[in-house]
């Protein structure tokens, strides 16, 4: 099998040779916005104004022109308000619309990035899911228009114990010291808190108890207290003194309580 050309089929060429041009490829001229979200799950607390972040980068090598973002929030999640470099934010409301907050951007410059936040707030605890898009008059590279957050809904109240007795060893007729320390560990107040000492048949003979509400009960061997409030991030303290009358082994528990803990 012949690998040459034959003349005619050479003479037949040459005037498509002659007219043929080089073409030189450059870099592709395009835009492209995409957006990201934290990652999940993004915990927040309840009954407190919490920011979920946003951002919007423009990752082409052209100016994004007009560029919107949209984030449909689910119906438990309240809208405060927002903070976006270079834009804008509103909520609209209807039907099927539901809960989206709908912002204007403007132009990007190839590169560019706005970082923003929303302000929002939920009393409802759960895992909900809020979703972001993004768009531009001029992009059709929608692999990165959009992005999803699973947003943890938890208690913001959250009521800690720490407890120690003075000294270590127990002996008949001494003087016992308990201490209870009681914290708000989260961002909200401790609102109704309740506390129980049972010292297991060592007799509870003075209470420090402060602003609480503390009753001696069941041989004067149990204490319980209803708490005053507990400022988001403090301690309070309660100490009680007993005596033991009788060589025992004595199983001494302490707990606190409260709604949403």
Do not use: K
């Amino acid at each position: 099998q012949s690998t040459q050309f034959s003349q005619c089929s050479l003479d037949g060429m040459a005037p498509v040779i002659a007219r043929a041009r080089g073409v030189c490829l450059g870099n592709p001229d395009y835009a492209d916005v995409g957006v990201q979200l934290p990652a999940s799950p993004h915990n927040v607390d309840t009954s407190t104004t919490f920011s979920l972040p946003v951002t919007v980068t423009s990752t082409g090598t052209a100016t994004a022109n007009d560029t919107r973002l949209e984030v449909d929030l689910p119906a438990q999640l309240t809208y405060e308000s927002a903070i976006l470099t270079g834009g804008s934010c509103a909520l609209v409301v209807g039907p099927g619309i539901g809960n989206r907050v709908s912002c204007t951007l403007g132009d990007l410059a190839a590169g560019e990035q706005r970082v923003g936040e929303l302000r929002l707030s939920g009393s409802q605890l759960g895992s909900l899911n809020a979703q972001a898009r993004v768009d531009a008059d001029n992009d059709y590279l929608v692999g990165n228009n959009s992005a999803n957050v699973l947003i943890g809904l938890q208690s913001a109240v959250d009521l800690g114990l720490a407890f120690s007795m003075q000294p270590g060893t127990l002996y008949v007729g001494d003087l016992v010291e308990f201490t209870l320390d009681v914290s708000s560990l989260r961002s909200q107040p401790v609102v109704g808190g309740t506390l129980t000492l049972f010292l297991g048949g060592i007799p509870i003979e003075s209470i420090a108890a402060g602003a609480h509400g503390c009753v001696i009960e069941q041989f004067d061997s149990r204490m319980t207290c209803q708490l005053a409030d507990v400022p988001s991030g403090t301690t309070t303290r309660i100490v009680v003194r007993a005596r033991p009358v009788w060589p025992n082994f004595n199983f001494v528990s302490a707990s606190v309580n409260v709604v949403n803990d």
